[in-house]
């Protein structure tokens, strides 16, 4: 083990290294640049011994990633906000063909207007596609999920493409002290990837079929069941990295005070630690709040926080996200969840962060108070709710 | 290999593979049924230099007995063999119904 001063980017770079992928397809795109950039520069001085492959676009980056994991390779690829979005056909392909490919996505705003800052709405418009969906709130965080991704989404019974999102510049540019573990020690943890799934030539196949109406439904059935068998294996996963490496998480969610909390922000990525601090100088004030972050989007919670908000006074969902004409999409979820479990509590969605507006400690001091009087469904933080404020 | 037709089942629930890959090659139907024109060999001309057999698309062009044959179940018509045929031994003709 060792200890290096990094930046988000940097440390997924070097969870990826340890995770020895044999091939890499990415396209630069900020504020991803650097976590291509660091691998390139490991394939180069050859600490890792990867193909890395230049493609003209994030389409083809996946379509190779694609391609990589239908020979039976470990593929990486890494992309944000358009890229992202000019991916989605292909994170279709790679999910219903059931290829463990792992991608890094930072986090950022989509235009128009054009904006280059973070916010949650890329990944968070393609929940749908299939993939595995992770949120770290640190760089120690982005560097275990990296390493631990693949174990993850190469377990048979998951066969899922993994991404790990990062909050664009909050959590991909800045830096801190990161454990980096040693190589004998990840590879012990992470074997080689073994798979049927792949082009064999003493056992010619055909792969990427099409599906008609008669058996479609069932292809879709298993990939649906595939996503759900993760809820397992990522808790299964998390007990033996904590046994290798000394480092514990929590499952689909971490909760922070939430065992009497009366008021309670649910909410994911590096805003995390801010609503923590905050809820820590509200208890010194009296206010009973606590803090629930959601780490994976995919396989959802469901159950985790229904435990979680059964017994508080009223919640809130703080997201950098907004499903235009609607609410923002973690509301939704998180909603669906307490509904299904019977938990009938106030909730409000606070909308923040977009294109990267800075969230304030007293932004979330506001939403906790906001949470305790009663507020509107849908609030804007900094404009207000459903009237605008107005 | 010539492809060949197996018969049409319905699959279970367990039969449907985990992800999108299966046997190579099969096939439970003809398909062909939108050609609009058909290579046709002429083997007296026929010297089976394979160069049809290499481009073909479909992979549905063998040798048999040093001649060209073609499996009109597959063939979609493109008309790529008789492009490729230097010595003008495969003719496109019309589909007539």
């Not at chain 1, 993850?152 to 454990?179: C, Q, R, W």
């Amino acid at each position: 083990m060792s200890k290096k001063f990094l930046s988000g980017n940097e440390a997924f770079a070097e969870g990826i290294r340890l995770a020895r992928p044999q091939v890499i397809s990415a396209y630069p795109i900020t504020p991803q640049t650097i976590v291509v950039e660091r691998l390139s520069e490991m394939v180069e001085d050859g600490s890792l011994n990867a193909e890395y492959v230049h493609v003209e676009s994030e389409h083809s980056a996946l379509s190779c990633a694609i391609g990589a994991s239908a020979a039976g390779a470990r593929a990486f690829t890494a992309t944000s906000s358009q890229g992202l979005l000019y991916m989605a056909e292909c994170l279709y392909y790679a999910a219903g063909g059931r290829f463990p490919i792992v991608m890094m996505n930072a986090d950022r705003s989509t235009a128009l207007p054009w904006n280059i800052y973070g916010d949650q709405r890329d990944s968070l418009s393609q929940l749908d596609s299939g993939w595995i969906q992770a949120y770290a709130e640190n760089a120690q965080e982005a560097l275990d999920l990296a390493l631990m991704s693949y174990k993850i989404a190469e377990n048979k019974a998951v066969s899922t493409p993994y991404m790990a999102n990062l909050d664009g510049f909050i959590l991909t540019h800045t830096y801190e002290t990161v454990e980096i573990p040693d190589r004998e020690q990840a590879d012990r943890f992470l074997p080689p990837y073994e798979t049927d799934n792949r082009i064999d030539f003493d056992n010619p196949k055909n792969m990427a079929f099409s599906a008609g109406p008669d058996t479609n439904y069932i292809f879709k059935y298993k990939e649906h069941e595939g996503v759900l068998a993760a809820r397992d294996v990522i808790n299964e996963t998390e007990k033996e990295f904590a046994e290798i490496f000394g480092r514990e998480y929590t499952g689909l969610t971490e909760n922070y005070l939430t065992d009497d909390a009366d008021y309670v922000i649910v909410t994911l990525g590096s805003i995390a630690g801010l609503c923590r601090e905050t809820a820590d100088k509200l208890r010194e004030q009296g206010v009973k709040a606590g803090v629930v972050r959601i780490r994976y989007m995919r396989p959802f919670p469901n159950e985790e926080l229904a435990e979680a908000l059964k017994n508080v006074k009223a919640y809130g969902v703080l997201e950098k996200d907004i499903s235009f004409g609607n609410e923002g999409t973690v509301f939704t979820n998180v909603n669906s969840a307490l509904k299904k479990a019977g938990v009938n509590v106030p909730g409000y969605d606070f909308v923040g962060g977009l294109g990267g507006r800075n969230i304030s400690p007293a932004d979330i001091e506001k939403i906790y108070s906001d949470i305790e009087k009663g507020t509107d469904s849908v609030n804007f933080i900094g404009i207000g709710g459903g009237n605008n404020g107005k | 290999m010539r492809p060949y037709i197996r018969e049409k089942k319905d699959f279970t629930f367990d039969e449907v593979p985990e992800n999108t890959s299966f046997e190579a090659g099969y096939l439970t139907t003809v398909n062909s049924g939108w050609r609009s024109i058909r290579p046709v060999i002429n083997s007296e001309k026929c010297k089976g230099c394979e160069q049809c057999y290499l481009y073909c698309p479909d992979g549905v062009i063998s040798i048999e007995d040093g001649k060209a044959v073609i499996d009109y179940d597959f063939c979609k018509g493109c008309g790529i063999c008789a492009k490729i045929c230097k010595i003008g031994a495969i003719e496109m003709e019309a589909e007539r119904k």
